[in-house]
């Protein structure tokens, strides 16, 4: 390591701190995607191709995360496969012991491209899903012939019988078909469904008049999950996202902050969670500079919202605190302003009237037009 | 049925499902899609008996006589055990 420190003391002082190992590692290996999806994660500064992390350094990153006990990689963007170097990439991440996991929307795979990743060791592919059918998917992916090639890429996913989670990100204007979404699932013999009501980050937060389910949607789409959990047990896992905004209690905040996992942005830049970058008062590490080890225990970001110290008032006397760890601070932050504030979400924040009420006006708004996704301006 | 194998079912780890050996906390894992499941010591003592040919009622023998246990016991609990994994869909049987 640069500044001498070895990972295993590292490790044995976040021990004694209290302070957990990783278990999983999201690589968002480019912004660069052919979709442009309303509600992409993805921060609305997105990197240029020339600022991504080149294979090498991925590479050493792979190993650093093993060694910090990362055992789960996903591989996400952007579209992972716009990175000519993909399989290059996974075959790395299995030599270095980590079960890899492809998060795509299918388009740049090609079956040719499909079987080299086989062969490299990829474990498992998580294919998303922004429609039913190619008027919807084409409309909210902005990608003429998504759906088509996605068709395709699925065929050949099972030809090669990977296993497969379908990932449907449902809102207000495919709700609908969230029934017709479960039944692919089990076409394409995917042992796993993925439902995610959007969540309001990233390029959502502009689309929340647009993409907002109402209420009554919201309690439909749990309705459909359940049922479906018991019609299809031990066939299909259902794996469930409700809705933001229209919960009583906020989401538990991944696990908690800076104890189960972390993400890379395509520059190095290291993040508690995919939006932490929202926080402006927040520094982020850079593993171009730094061994991960280092930087998760002893990373300003991360240090910022583990424990309770940083609470207020209700967290800070309320029974559920380790339970939720006070809901999302990415949340506190768009909507309360202040990332160590309760989560708006939760029936017990001063501002929950306040969420409510917007709640409502964004998910009957007339206007359903649609912000799509930028792409990263060419260097 | 829940808590029950056939005995003459064999138990196979399905493609994306492997155990392995977590160096870091010192533990064995399953590892599936999106989970790392830990194992205790009887978890994988079951787990790595399971070799795609062996049938349910071979290995439940043969971990009644390695721990000493009666058999019925061991085929409750292990069927218990594997039934939860299947109906996660980290288990399959031929
Ligand atoms: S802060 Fe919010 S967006 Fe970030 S990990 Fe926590 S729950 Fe997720
Ligand atoms: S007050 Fe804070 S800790 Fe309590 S339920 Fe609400 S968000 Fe969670």
């Known amino acids: 390591m640069m500044d001498g420190t070895r990972p295993e003391d590292l490790q044995a002082e976040g021990k004694r701190l209290g302070i957990p190992a990783p278990i999983a590692m999201l690589a968002e290996l480019t912004h660069r995607c052919p979709l442009s999806c309303p509600y992409c994660s993805n921060p609305l500064e997105l990197a ?242 730094k061994n991960l080890s280092e930087i998760w225990y002893s990373g300003a970001a991360f240090n910022a919202y583990r424990g309770e110290d940083w609470m207020q008032e209700p967290c800070r006397s309320c029974e559920f605190k380790k339970k939720d760890f006070g809901g999302c601070r990415c949340q506190a932050m768009a909507l309360a302003g202040d990332p160590a504030a309760t989560d708006p979400v939760c029936i017990k924040s001063p501002l929950d009237s306040e969420r409510q009420a917007r709640a409502e006006q964004f998910s009957t708004s007339e206007d359903t037009e649609l912000t799509f996704r930028a792409q990263p301006s060419s260097a | 049925m829940t808590g029950s194998v056939a005995p003459e079912a064999v138990p196979v780890l399905p493609r994306g499902v492997r155990l392995h050996y977590d160096r870091v906390r010192d533990q064995w894992v399953l590892l599936a899609p999106e989970r790392a499941v830990a194992l205790d010591a009887i978890g994988h003592a079951i787990l790595k008996e399971i070799d795609g040919s062996r049938a349910f009622g071979s290995i439940v023998r043969g971990l009644a006589e390695t721990y000493g246990a009666p058999e019925d016991q061991v085929a409750q609990d292990a069927g218990g055990f594997l039934r939860g994994l299947m109906d996660r869909r980290f288990l399959e049987t031929i």
């Open chain 1, 48 to 289: 240029r191709k020339d600022r991504e992390l080149d294979t090498e350094t991925w590479v050493r990153v792979f190993r650093e995360a093993a060694d910090l006990g990362i055992l789960q990689l996903h591989l996400s963007g952007g579209e992972p496969a716009s990175r000519r170097d993909l399989v290059e990439l996974v075959s790395a991440a299995r030599e270095a012991g980590l079960y890899t996991n492809l998060i795509t929307s299918g388009i740049g795979l090609s079956q040719r491209r499909l079987q080299e990743l086989d062969a490299a060791g990829l474990d498992h592919v998580q294919l998303s899903l922004q429609g039913t059918d190619a008027e919807m998917a084409d409309k909210i992916g902005g990608y003429k012939g998504g759906f088509k090639r996605k068709m395709q890429v699925a065929e050949w996913i099972k030809e090669i019988g990977f296993p497969l989670t379908l990932n449907a990100v449902v809102h207000r204007q495919n709700l609908h078909q969230l029934p017709r979404a479960i039944e692919m699932a089990l076409e394409m013999e995917a042992r796993r469904i993925e439902v995610a009501i959007v969540q309001f980050h990233g390029w959502a937060l502009a689309n929340r008049n647009a993409l907002m389910p109402t209420k009554t949607q919201a309690a439909e789409a749990s309705r459909i999950v359940a049922e479906a959990r018991k019609a299809h047990k031990g066939r299909l896992v259902l794996d469930y996202v409700p809705a933001d905004y229209h919960s009583d209690y906020p989401k538990r905040c991944m696990g908690g902050w800076g104890t189960t996992g972390l993400n890379i942005a395509p520059d190095g830049e290291v993040l508690p969670c995919h939006a932490a970058q929202t926080i402006k008062t927040l520094r982020f590490d850079n593993v171009r500079a």
